[in-house]
């Protein structure tokens, strides 16, 4: 079964930094277009960043500096690093799978969510 | 950044009825547009690409329409299992952008 299971996340004061792990089975992490999207408590869903298959990445403009997307081929992982974290960035973040074919720059499959709160 | 309007914000419908929600773009994004389905506490599920593409699984209740800068999801009869909140995506350029969301709410 395709599966993206997280890890990482919690508490972290303002200023500070976390890496969030997206571990994937049954598929090849860098065949696809990887995303992350995140969701703010109570709110509407934000794309947050891509890494192609041929390791180009993207960013939203509210991390762009700060955030760093990469993989680790060997261990079929995405990763999210996030530095100089702000209140803004409390958000519940989802790893997704962009699928091959017809389907564009749209998510099939995704994580379940890891909570990142920052606050002090 | 491509901005996205849904409309309503929220929508009360009982079971059976047909729903529809509209998402607007603030420019052109010819077919480039996905719509999903969240409940909550979980991730979100892709319905719909290509403005009118059923995703492979999804009942065929559910079917998207439009093109440019307005497109419709509709659910023909609404079932116990469609209440949740629905999101409209673009991705015609980046940043790709989400639209606030409907709420399907139970009558």
């Known amino acids: 079964e395709v599966q993206l299971v997280q890890t990482g996340g919690g508490l972290i004061q303002p200023g500070g930094s976390l890496r969030l792990s997206c571990a994937a089975s049954?598929?090849?992490?860098?065949?696809?277009?990887m995303s992350w999207v995140r969701q703010a408590p109570g709110k509407g869903l934000e794309w947050v960043s891509i890494i192609y298959s041929a390791g180009s990445t993207y960013y939203a403009d509210s991390v762009k500096g700060r955030f760093t997307i990469s993989r680790d081929n060997s261990n079929n992982t995405l990763y999210l690093q996030m530095n100089s974290l702000r209140a803004e960035d409390t958000a519940v973040y989802y790893c997704?799978?962009?699928?091959?074919?017809?389907?564009?720059?749209?998510?099939?499959?995704w994580g379940q969510g890891t909570l990142v709160t920052v606050s002090s | 950044d491509i901005q996205m309007t849904q409309s309503p914000s929220t929508l009360s419908a009982s079971v059976g009825d047909r729903v529809t929600i509209t998402c607007r773009a603030s420019q052109s994004i010819s077919r480039w547009l996905a719509w999903y389905q969240q409940k909550p506490g979980k991730a979100p599920k892709l319905l719909i690409y290509k403005a009118s593409s059923l995703e492979s699984g999804v009942p065929s209740r559910f079917s998207g329409s439009g093109s440019g800068t307005e497109f419709t999801l509709t659910i023909s009869s609404l079932q116990p299992d469609d209440f949740a909140t629905y999101y409209c995506q673009q991705y015609n350029s980046y940043g790709l952008t989400f639209g606030g969301g409907t709420k399907v709410e139970i009558k």
């Open positions: 997704a799978r962009t699928p091959s074919g017809s389907y564009g720059l749209t998510f099939d499959q």
């Open positions: 049954e598929f090849t992490v860098s065949n696809n277009y």
